[in-house]
């Protein structure tokens, strides 16, 4: 099939040139192709029918029980090597909320001194992000914890990420129908008002800096819940589309 052919088919997708582009470098034969196609126009995203996904520098495995790694999270991998910038740090990073791993995975592989480990509510989820690290080539330790229960004898970091659940739980209804469908509902809500995981991590944080993902127009309500807890508002980096993404806050141990 040639890319204009394909591009055709994919004419209902409003991303029908790169999802072409990515389908023929996926090396498929004709009926593979139409099978793709078929399950594309019912919405389903391309990486989660392909099974992986291009994020940072690396390519990462994808499938329903984790979040499909976004662009824009990709701010946050900006925002600590702008706060870091030296790459040869033996920096020890933990990540709430590591889904696929795509967060602290992309950090490993470019701080190859820095260890990490990251802490997910589902088992499922963890299968993959340590798939993940082997398809990326680092090695990280993974937890299966509830973040509001953290074990104690986890120690200090020099670096906390995350990325959690902040949809607020009446929005879920709302979202896009490809999103509720094929991502879990266990990576997108955030309780009542979308803010329950940032008061968690606001009182548990073990790290002089944490490096949050935030939704849109979250900004003032996440910097309030975190200098009520003596947390020091450091930055805040825009995504690709010019929306307020990552909040950085700081704090003396
Ligand atoms: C928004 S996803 C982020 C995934 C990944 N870090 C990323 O940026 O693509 C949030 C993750 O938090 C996990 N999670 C939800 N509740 C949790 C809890 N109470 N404790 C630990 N992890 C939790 C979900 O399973 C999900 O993988």
Redesign the pocket.
């Known amino acids: 099939m040639t890319f204009e052919e394909l591009k055709k088919l994919l004419s209902f997708s409003e991303s029908a040139s790169t999802e072409a582009k990515w389908i023929m470098s996926e090396n498929l034969s004709d009926s593979e192709t139409y099978k793709v196609i078929e399950r594309r126009k019912f919405g389903e995203p391309l990486s989660k029918i392909l099974g992986h996904r291009g994020f940072w520098q690396g390519d990462f495995i994808v499938d329903k029980n ?2 499909d ?2 662009p824009d ?1 990709e701010t946050l991998i900006q925002s600590v090597l702008e706060k870091f910038p030296d790459k040869n740090q033996s920096l020890r990073i933990l ?6 791993g ?2 602290l995975i992309s950090l490993l592989m470019e701080y190859p001194k820095a260890t990490g480990i990251g ?4 088992e499922k ?1 963890l299968k993959i992000a340590k798939k993940n690290t082997l398809k990326n080539d680092v090695k990280a330790e993974f937890i299966l ?4 229960k953290l074990p104690q004898n986890l120690g200090t970091f020099d670096i906390i990420i995350s ?3 902040y949809i607020p739980t009446k929005d879920i209804e709302g979202l896009d129908e490809n999103v509720k469908k094929f991502d ?1 509902l ?3 809500d955030g309780g009542e008002d979308g803010l329950d ?1 940032y008061r968690i991590i606001a009182k548990i944080a073990p790290a002089p800096i944490v490096f949050l ?1 935030i939704g849109q127009d979250q900004e003032k309500d996440v910097q309030a819940i975190f200098e009520k807890q003596n947390w020091e508002f450091l930055d805040s980096k825009k995504d690709y589309a010019g929306i307020t993404r990552v909040l950085i806050f700081k704090k003396d141990l």
Not at 95 to 100: A, C
């Open positions: 984790v979040l790694p976004r999270s990540d709430l909320g590591t889904g696929s795509c967060l802490v997910d509510i589902s989820a914890a509830d973040m509001t990325n959690p659940p879990p266990l990576a997108l995981f993902e």
